[in-house]
């Protein structure tokens, strides 16, 4: 059953976040801040997957699942190997070993898998069944456990990953991503750095300050809230949709951009949305279209 979100004591994770509007929420951390997580140059997308996690908290929404798309070497492994969140646990492969693990464990919302690649470069039928695993977390309730068939509580889950832009419709993915609509199920998170970030990242190495870097804590409140949309703000979602959808329907673009609206409420200990939330997930939404964001 849902239940009201109870006042927090604001955390480290909400002082770098408090948005004044929708940009700030995306905008650099101070140096010195981002230096201490190894996070230059990616706080945006830091904000984005810290939003998709808490998506987890919904009552009635399934937790959105995410692909990030960016070149080798452009940080988006980083970005989820550095949150330290008991809802989300990091894995730099997936079978179904890992698997057995994670469904047993009822805190966890989110799978965050380093490398899509990874999970591809098994043996067929290793591939096969982690893609069926997968396919069940992200698309399904999971009731029993799937090794022993026991009662669980009932689970879903969402899974974030990564992958280059070169893989994304690469012919041996076809079939698996798109030919099947595995892919639909997921935002793609698309991103490309500008020179000024590139330089604040070579300086960022220059300073030494990589070889002391710790993990982006992320304290959330685990329970399923029920948040409002009111109205005037769905309409707009609505509308919103068709920029992100990668389906011919959208409906998927719609439950992911609906999720994204009341998580950013959620992170404010609000239960309901307000243009503020609507706002940021607008200006996130640039992650998600086949241009992506410069950051």
Not at 12 to 41: C, D, H, I, R
Request: hydrophobic content about 40%; overall charge positive; aromatic content about 6%.
């Amino acid at each position: 059953m849902p239940r009201k979100a109870p006042s927090v004591e604001t955390d480290v994770n909400q002082v770098v976040n408090t948005p004044s509007g929708a940009e700030s929420a995306l905008a650099p951390m101070p140096n010195s801040l981002s230096a201490q997580f190894g996070l230059v140059g990616l706080e945006p997308v830091l904000e984005v997957v810290k939003t998709i996690i808490w998506t987890g908290q919904l009552h009635g929404e399934r937790p959105a699942s995410a692909i990030i798309c960016a070149e080798v070497g452009s940080g988006k492994t980083s970005v989820l190997e550095k949150i330290g969140c008991e809802t989300a646990v990091f894995l730099s492969d997936f079978t179904s070993r890992e698997a057995k693990e994670i469904v047993r464990n009822e805190k966890l919302t989110h799978v965050m898998i380093g490398d899509l690649l990874s999970v591809l470069n098994h043996k067929s039928g290793t591939v096969k069944l982690s893609l069926n695993i997968l396919s069940k977390m992200t698309g399904d309730t999971i009731n029993r456990d799937p090794w022993d068939g026991s009662p669980i509580q009932p689970r879903k889950l969402g899974v974030i990953t990564a992958i280059p832009p070169s893989e994304l419709h690469a012919p041996k993915l076809r079939s698996i991503l798109w030919s099947s609509g595995f892919a639909s199920r997921f935002i793609i998170i698309r991103y490309t750095y500008t020179s000024k970030t590139i330089k604040r990242i070579h300086d960022y190495i220059a300073s030494n300050a990589y070889i002391n870097v710790r993990p982006f804590v992320m304290e959330i409140e685990r329970a399923a809230i029920d948040i409002e949309i009111p109205h005037h703000l769905s309409q707009l979602i609505q509308a919103l949709s068709g920029k992100i959808a990668n389906d011919r329907i959208g409906a998927r673009a719609h439950h992911h951009l609906r999720a994204l609206v009341k998580a950013r409420a959620r992170m404010r200990r609000s239960m309901v949305a307000e243009k503020i939330d609507l706002d940021t997930v607008e200006a996130i939404c640039d992650f998600f279209t086949e241009d992506g964001r410069t950051i």
